[in-house]
């Protein structure tokens, strides 16, 4: 974690990768809602619409890349945040759980709302508690602690 490039990119790699496993080990696996293709299809339909269900693997990979860019970006704009905003320097864990709100709050009320502009109504229960758990476990709290790791090495 030399470059601030590398820093970011580790943080979007693995707050990607926990997001999409987590993604799929629950609702695939346990909760077995769907498949994990599906999953990345209903992502790349951000794009594509649904036209992405029937193009196959070559969606779930369009779908799977579009994940790891929104990941990236979270990852990237934390990145940015941390030095302007003293409180996130203050407690990596707590600043994690923060942010994995924050990344829920843009996903769920802003950007699905914008791509799909008719989506189920949101209820407070066990399936919305979750998505917001996964979003702070998976990307918050390693986004955090990576910036914080690199920030410290470069004070």
Same mark, same amino acid.
């Given at each position: 974690?030399?470059?601030?490039g590398? +820093?970011v990119?580790?943080?979007?790699?693995i +707050?990607? #990768?926990?997001?999409?496993?987590a993604a799929?080990t629950?609702y695939?696996i346990?909760?077995?809602?769907? #498949?994990? =293709?599906?999953i990345?299809?209903s992502i790349a339909s951000?794009i594509?619409? &649904?036209e992405a269900?029937t193009g196959?693997?070559?969606?779930?990979?369009?779908?799977?890349?579009?994940h790891?860019?929104?990941?990236f #970006?979270?990852?990237?704009f934390?990145f940015?945040?941390?030095?302007?905003l003293?409180f996130?320097?203050?407690?990596a864990l707590l600043?994690?759980?923060v942010?994995?709100i924050f990344?829920?709050i =843009?996903m769920?009320?802003i950007?699905?709302?914008?791509?799909?502009?008719v989506l189920?109504e &949101?209820?407070f229960d066990f399936p919305l508690?979750l998505?917001?758990l996964?979003?702070?476990v998976c990307?918050?709290?390693? =986004?955090?602690?990576?910036? &914080?790791?690199y920030?410290?090495?470069?004070?």
């Amino acid at each position: 974690m030399k470059s601030k490039g590398g +820093a970011v990119f580790l943080s979007g790699l693995i +707050a990607g #990768t926990l997001d999409i496993v987590a993604a799929i080990t629950v609702y695939s696996i346990i909760l077995n809602k769907t #498949t994990g =293709i599906k999953i990345l299809q209903s992502i790349a339909s951000g794009i594509f619409k &649904k036209e992405a269900y029937t193009g196959g693997s070559s969606m779930a990979l369009i779908g799977l890349l579009l994940h790891y860019f929104i990941a990236f #970006t979270f990852a990237w704009f934390y990145f940015i945040l941390y030095p302007r905003l003293s409180f996130l320097k203050k407690n990596a864990l707590l600043s994690g759980i923060v942010y994995g709100i924050f990344v829920w709050i =843009i996903m769920n009320l802003i950007v699905l709302p914008i791509v799909f502009p008719v989506l189920p109504e &949101k209820h407070f229960d066990f399936p919305l508690m979750l998505s917001i758990l996964i979003l702070i476990v998976c990307i918050g709290i390693p =986004i955090s602690f990576i910036t &914080k790791k690199y920030y410290s090495i470069k004070e």
